[in-house]
Nanobody, 126 residues
Framework: QVQLVESGGGLVQAGGSLRLSCAAS????????MGWFRQAPGKEREFVAA????????IYEDSVKGRFTISRANAKNTVYLQMNSLKPDDTAVYYC???????????????????WGQGTQVTVSS
């Protein structure tokens, strides 16, 4: 079992920045590929970014490329999502997810993840 707890969400003006954190426990963090997803009201959950188990490979959804950066600190059992140049369209609940299959290249699909956090709200005002 893996427990995931997100933090760092909040209200920010368009153009601002936030850094989300996801703390993991219950399993050796360095063996987990990690991902961030988001779900806006009335929409399906969508992929945002992911990072492989050792951090060599990162992938992003097209609309966040160049604005968001995913990283991990295995010594702290934490994955981060640095979000810059935020837009109102980025408003959503952001979820952290863990993939226990130790993928070097992480998955874009939600079905590739075994464990999910409770989510943290990000609201970007115009």
């Amino acid at each position: 079992q893996v427990q995931l707890v997100e933090s760092g969400g909040g209200l920010v003006q368009a153009g601002g920045s936030l850094r989300l954190s996801c703390a993991a426990s219950g399993r050796t963090f360095s063996t987990l590929a990690m991902g961030w997803f988001r779900q806006a009201p009335g929409k399906e959950r969508e992929f945002v970014a992911a990072i492989g188990w050792n951090g060599d490979v990162t992938i992003y959804e097209d609309s966040v490329k160049g604005r968001f950066t995913i990283s991990r600190a295995n010594a702290k059992n934490t994955v981060y999502l640095q979000m810059n140049s935020l837009k109102p369209d980025d408003t959503a609940v952001y979820y952290c997810a863990a993939d226990s299959s130790a993928r070097y290249i992480p998955s874009r699909g939600s079905m590739g993840y075994d464990y999910w956090g409770q989510g943290t709200q990000v609201t970007v005002s115009s």
